[in-house]
């Protein structure tokens, strides 16, 4: 049976992970009649959230490119789970709109960990999936996700920064930028499995 490639998978998250981009962009509105610094002042706030949100959809999309990279094949499994993860980011522009333009108010602000933490339940679900599919034909990306200690602990700052938005949202607010920072920090496991696999495969 042939199997499905992942050409037009990748082709269409990238396209729509750009439109969402696209679409956070606007939202930065120009201020109209006022010419000096001052008048940038009232927008940090939608600035700041910008600048998080923008992190992490670059991050989603890094991780999801390294991830296809060592994909040889998908199935309907796949497909649905990507699109699962690309229905919680496409509400990033809405969360992340709410929260800026409401200065970090407690509700706004755990909303937005909540669409954080179902886009992390959705990649790993479409991780687990992508692994599933290739079962025991191809070990090298089950072998580079490992234990997947960044996702998990990802997931649990998440579900802790939700309740403290109630608390001090601005607690919440480092919590979201120490989980985008720590997914900045270099992590080639994927990255180097298909390098390694490459090289075993083109020698003679």
């Known amino acids: 049976m042939r199997r499905m490639t992942k050409t037009r998978l990748e082709a ?11 679409i956070m962009v606007l939202e930065l509105r120009v ?13 940090w706030p ?7 949100s923008f992190l992490y959809l670059g991050i989603y999309w890094n991780n999801h490119h390294h991830m296809l990279q060592a994909t040889h094949s998908i199935d309907g499994r796949v497909m649905w789970a990507n699109l699962n993860l690309l229905f919680w980011l496409s509400l990033f522009p809405f969360a992340t709109g709410w929260m800026g333009e409401n200065h970090f108010a407690p509700t706004p602000t755990a ?3 909540g669409v954080q933490i179902c886009a992390a339940i959705a990649y790993t679900i479409l991780q687990t999936a992508i692994v599933r599919h290739h079962g ?4 090298k990306l089950k072998e580079a996700i490992g234990s997947d200690l960044k996702g998990k602990l990802s997931i649990a700052l998440y579900a802790a920064a939700i309740p403290l938005a109630f608390v001090n949202q601005w607690i919440s607010g480092v919590l979201y930028f ?6 900045l ?4 496991r994927i990255e180097r499995k298909v390098h390694v696999h ?3 495969k083109e020698q003679p």
């Open 136 to 139: 025991h034909e191809n070990e």
């Open 111 to 113: 909303v937005y960990g």
């Open 185 to 188: 920090i270099p992590d080639r």
């Open 46 to 52: 939608v600035f700041l959230t910008y600048v998080l």
């Open 178 to 183: 120490a989980v985008a920072i720590m997914w």
């Open 31 to 43: 201020p109209h009649g006022a010419t000096d610094i001052a008048s940038l002042l009232p927008l």
């Open 12 to 22: 269409f998250s990238d396209g729509v992970i750009a439109i969402i981009i696209t």
């Open 198 to 200: 490459d090289e075993i």
